[in-house]
């Protein structure tokens, strides 16, 4: 499920801090510490290439992989015995269904004004943003700006959702690494004297300055972004099922009752059902998702023994 090229200004960004992070890691960081001649240099060079690479590869493969689109002959069956639950509209209680597509919604599917489509399983990447609102049960998604509601992602101009989730998630994850291993050979190249030529240098100086000011906040914000997709992916929640669990718990305690995420099946298979079954590929973007983004296992069939 591939898609055409269609680069961004935000996708172009991203592609320009991580050509620029590499260069000045490999050639400033790297060589004033230990020196591209030597063997610790050589070492370090190889592997942060190798993060580099597969940086660049993950973001490719998240960019232009559909993220998961409704077949035109999709429609649920509601006298299915082995799928018991049913996601309906708030509203009237029927069926889910697109206007805009003419097509029903299976569970966990949302549309998307950019991409002009329904997308399976999305989830809404701008969500970190506003999660101090968020929490707040009578606030209203209305208010959210465009982006919000169609859950497209500028970074990406692409949507995430059921085919293309786990190789975002593995993007972050080597993103994450590359930067802290950066940060790492910068302060280290610092503790080494520059020659009275290389202090002179402006190019230098200026090198460090522009890595800093990006290198930390970058750090920060990826890791906290890292972390929330990890907790959410414990609960195989989307960002937008976060959101609707917040009010849901606040409504089922105002009721007496107890709410639990219906598709919860345990942190160890929510997190094969995102990453696969097998553990040693779950660092590689290999497309293992457990079945096709229009049926999930709840914990209704968890109890009965049901598989997908």
């Known amino acids: 499920m591939k898609r055409g090229c269609r680069f961004s200004f935000h996708v172009c960004v991203i592609v320009a801090a991580i050509v620029y992070i590499y260069f000045s890691t490999v050639f400033i960081f790297i060589d004033q510490w230990f020196g591209l001649g030597s063997s610790p240099g050589l070492l370090n060079a190889a592997v942060f290439t190798c993060l580099a690479l597969m940086c660049v590869y993950t973001y490719a493969l998240a960019i232009f ?3 998961g689109r409704i077949p035109a002959s999709y429609v649920p069956d509601v006298e299915d015995a082995d799928t018991p639950m049913h996601e309906i509209k708030r509203k009237g209680g029927d069926l889910r269904y697109c206007q805009k597509c003419a097509l029903h919604k299976p569970p966990r599917a949302h549309h998307c004004r950019v991409c002009n489509r329904c997308v ?17 049960p009578g606030y209203c998604l209305k208010v959210l700006p465009l982006e919000f509601k169609d859950h497209h992602c500028v970074w990406l101009n692409n949507c995430v959702g059921h085919a293309n989730y786990k190789t975002f998630f593995i993007f972050i994850v080597y993103a994450v690494v590359s930067c802290i291993y950066s940060l790492v050979l910068l302060c280290g190249s610092l503790t080494v004297d520059m020659t009275d030529e290389e202090q002179n240098e402006g190019f230098f100086r200026a090198a460090y300055v522009i890595s800093g000011l990006l290198l930390v906040p970058l750090t920060l914000a990826l890791t ?8 959410l992916i414990l609960q ?13 718990m606040w409504l089922a305690e105002k009721g007496g009752y107890l709410y639990s995420h219906p598709y919860d099946l345990g942190a160890y298979e929510n997190m094969i059902s995102v990453l696969g079954p097998n553990i040693f590929c779950w660092v590689c973007p290999t497309s293992e998702q457990i079945g096709s983004g229009l049926r999930f296992r709840t914990g209704v069939d968890k109890l009965a023994g049901t598989s997908f």
């Open 65 to 67: 992989t559909d993220p």
């Open 120 to 136: 399976l399983r999305m989830v809404c990447l701008v969500y970190l943003l506003f999660m101090p609102f968020l929490e707040c």
């Open 224 to 231: 906290i972004f890292m972390f929330w997709h990890v907790y």
């Open 236 to 248: 195989y929640k989307t960002t937008i099922e976060y959101h609707e669990g917040v009010r849901a």
